[in-house]
C-alpha cells in the first residue's frame, strides 16, 4: 500500500515538474523557477516587488518571465507596453479568489470583470462621471466646494502643527461619496467615513506584505490549507467589512424614476442594461474603492513635495496669483495658462508612483499572441509595469531627482510631449484608469487650492521623510507641517 501511494506521488510530482518546465520555456526568458514557490525565494522580498522587478529588468531586458509563483510576463518598456495595452489580445484580467468578496455577482463592475460585462459597465461608469461633467461641469463643481470646505477645516486648526491627512482624504472621498451617493459628510463630523479608511489601510497593508496572499492569488486550492485557511480569513473579512459599507450606502439611495439622476446610483437605476442590485453594489465598491485612496494618497505626497521644496512651491504660488489671483477659486479652465503648475503636477505623480505591481490589475492573454517577438499563449498572465517605466524610462534624467522643469521645453512655455506620454500613473490603454479625468480634476484643483491659501512648511527643526511606506500602494508617511496664511 505503502509502495503504491508513493509512486502515485511521485507520477504526480514527475507530471506536474514536467508540466512546470514545458510551459516555462514556452514563455520569454527570465530567472530560474521552483515550482509551488516561483521565484519567492531566490529573487522576490515582499513587499518590495518592485525592486526585484527592476533588477529582473537589468539582467533579462523589458520583456521577461517571472514566477510569483505562476509565471507573469512583466513589460517594463514604453513603447512596447502601448501597443501591447492598446490591442484586446491581453485587456482581460486574471480570475482571482478575491472575488468571492470583492464582487457580489458574477463578472461584476469594473476593476477585475472581463469581456461584454466589463466593456458595458466601464462605458457606463465614464459617461456617467461625464454627464455629470457635462454643460455645467457639475462635477467640477463639486470638487470646487469639497475644496473650499477643506480649506475652510484647515483654517481653523493649529497652523502651527497642522495634520493635512485627514482634511485632504475628506476632500477626495466627498467627491466620489457625493457621485455615488448624492452627499458630502461634514468635515467635522466623519468618523464612519475615517473607519471605513482605516479599514482599507489595514486591508492593503494584508495584501502586500502577507507571502499567503500571492499563493492563493495564484493557486486558489491552497486558501483551504490549515494555516494559511486562517490568515486567508482575516484578510477576507476585512474586505468584506467594506463591501458592507459600500452596500448599506448604495441602499439607502432613494430613488424615483420621474426625477432627473442627481447621483450614479440614481443613473445606474434609470439607465443600466443590466438592473441587478449585486451588479450596482459591484460597480459602487470598484469605485469607492479605486476613486478615493489613489487620489488621496497623491495629493498626500503633493504636500510632501512642495514642503520639501520651497522653491517649487513658490513658482507655483507666483503661477497661482497671476492666472487666478488670490481670492477666486480655480476651474479647470486656468490649467491651460498654468504650464509650470502642470509640470509640477505630472513630477509629483512620476516620482510618488504610488501604484506598485499589484495582483488586483494583473491582465491577461485572451487568445495566442506576440510581445516583442515572444509567442505568449493565451491564458498567460501579464503586468505592465507603469511603476518601472516612471521610474527608469531613459528619458527621465537623473530619475530619483524631484525636477518639475524636466517637463519644461526650453522656452518654459509648453510641456515636453515625449516626457508627458511616459508619465503613465494611470495606466495605458484598454485597462486605463475610468477615473482619470475625476482625478486629474481633484489633484489640479486640490493642489492649487492648497497652495493658494497656505505657504505649506515642514514643522520647525525637521525635514520632510520622503520614503514610502511600502504596500501595493506607496504611501507617505503621516507627517505634520506649518502653514502660514497667504
Ligand atoms: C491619482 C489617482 C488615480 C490613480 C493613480 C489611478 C490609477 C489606476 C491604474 C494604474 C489603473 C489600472 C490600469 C490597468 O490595469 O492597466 C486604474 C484602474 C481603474 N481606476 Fe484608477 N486611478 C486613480 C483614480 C481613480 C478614480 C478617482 C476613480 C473613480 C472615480 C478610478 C477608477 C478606476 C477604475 C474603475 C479602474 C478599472 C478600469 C478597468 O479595469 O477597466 N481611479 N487606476
Not at 45 to 57: D, G, N, S
Request: hydrophobic content about 40%; charged content about 20%.
Amino acid at each position: 500500500m505503502f509502495g503504491l501511494l508513493t509512486l502515485v506521488v511521485l507520477a504526480f510530482v514527475t507530471w506536474e515538474l514536467f508540466f512546470f518546465y514545458r510551459r516555462r520555456a514556452s514563455l520569454p526568458p527570465g530567472p530560474f523557477a521552483i515550482p509551488l514557490l516561483g521565484n519567492f525565494i531566490n529573487e522576490i522580498q515582499l513587499p518590495y516587488l518592485h525592486v526585484a522587478f527592476k533588477r529582473l529588468t537589468d539582467r533579462f531586458g523589458p520583456v521577461y518571465t517571472v514566477h510569483m509563483p505562476m509565471p507573469v510576463v512583466n513589460v517594463a518598456d514604453y513603447e512596447i507596453l502601448r501597443d501591447v495595452f492598446r490591442s484586446n489580445d491581453v485587456a482581460d484580467r486574471i480570475h482571482n479568489v478575491m472575488f468571492e468578496v470583492t464582487r457580489s455577482c458574477e463578472n461584476g463592475g469594473i476593476v477585475t470583470s472581463n469581456g461584454e460585462d466589463h466593456a458595458e459597465q466601464r462605458k457606463f461608469a465614464i459617461s456617467t462621471l461625464r454627464d455629470f461633467g457635462m454643460g455645467k461641469n457639475l462635477m467640477e463643481e463639486k470638487v470646487r466646494l469639497s475644496a473650499k470646505n477643506m480649506i475652510d477645516f484647515i483654517s481653523k486648526q493649529d497652523l502651527n502643527n497642522a495634520d493635512l491627512r485627514w482634511p485632504i482624504q475628506i476632500f477626495v472621498s466627498n467627491i466620489i461619496n457625493e457621485f455615488l451617493f448624492g452627499y458630502q459628510y461634514p468635515f467635522d463630523d466623519c468618523v464612519k467615513l475615517m473607519d471605513f479608511v482605516l479599514g482599507f489601510n489595514d486591508a492593503v497593508a494584508d495584501l502586500s506584505k502577507s507571502m499567503i496572499v500571492p499563493f492563493v492569488f495564484m493557486l486558489p486550492w491552497t486558501r483551504h490549507l490549515p494555516i494559511i485557511s486562517y490568515f486567508w480569513g482575516r484578510t477576507q473579512q476585512k474586505f468584506q467589512t467594506m463591501m458592507n459599507y459600500v452596500r448599506v450606502e448604495a441602499a439607502a439611495v432613494k430613488y424615483d424614476p420621474a426625477d432627473e439622476p442627481t447621483c450614479f446610483v440614481q443613473a445606474f437605476r434609470k439607465n443600466n442594461k443590466d438592473q441587478r442590485f449585486e451588479q450596482l453594489h459591484s460597480c459602487c465598491a470598484d469605485l469607492f474603492l479605486a476613486g478615493q485612496e489613489t487620489t488621496t494618497t497623491t495629493l498626500r505626497w503633493a504636500m510632501l513635495f512642495v514642503a520639501a521644496h520651497s522653491d517649487v512651491q513658490d513658482k507655483v504660488r507666483d503661477e497661482i496669483l497671476s492666472v487666478i489671483g488670490r481670492d477666486r477659486l480655480p476651474s479647470m479652465a486656468d490649467k491651460a495658462k498654468m504650464t509650470y503648475t502642470s509640470a509640477v503636477l505630472h513630477e509629483i505623480q512620476r516620482c510618488a508612483n504610488i501604484i506598485s505591481p499589484n495582483p488586483f490589475l494583473l491582465h491577461r492573454a485572451t487568445v495566442d499572441t506576440k510581445i516583442a517577438g515572444h509567442s505568449i499563449p493565451a491564458g498567460t498572465v501579464v503586468n505592465g509595469d507603469f511603476h518601472q517605466i516612471m521610474k527608469s524610462d531613459p528619458v527621465f534624467e537623473d530619475p530619483e531627482r524631484f525636477w518639475p522643469e524636466r517637463y519644461l521645453t526650453g522656452d518654459g512655455l509648453a510641456l515636453r510631449k515625449e516626457l508627458v506620454d511616459r508619465t503613465i500613473p494611470f495606466g495605458i490603454g484598454k485597462r486605463q484608469c475610468a477615473g482619470e479625468g475625476l482625478a486629474r480634476t481633484e489633484l489640479f484643483i486640490g493642489l492649487v487650492t492648497l497652495v493658494q491659501n497656505f505657504r505649506i512648511s515642514p514643522l520647525p527643526g525637521s525635514t520632510i521623510d520622503l520614503k514610502p511606506i511600502y504596500t501595493v500602494v506607496h504611501f507617505p508617511k503621516t507627517q505634520s507641517f506649518r502653514l502660514e496664511r497667504i
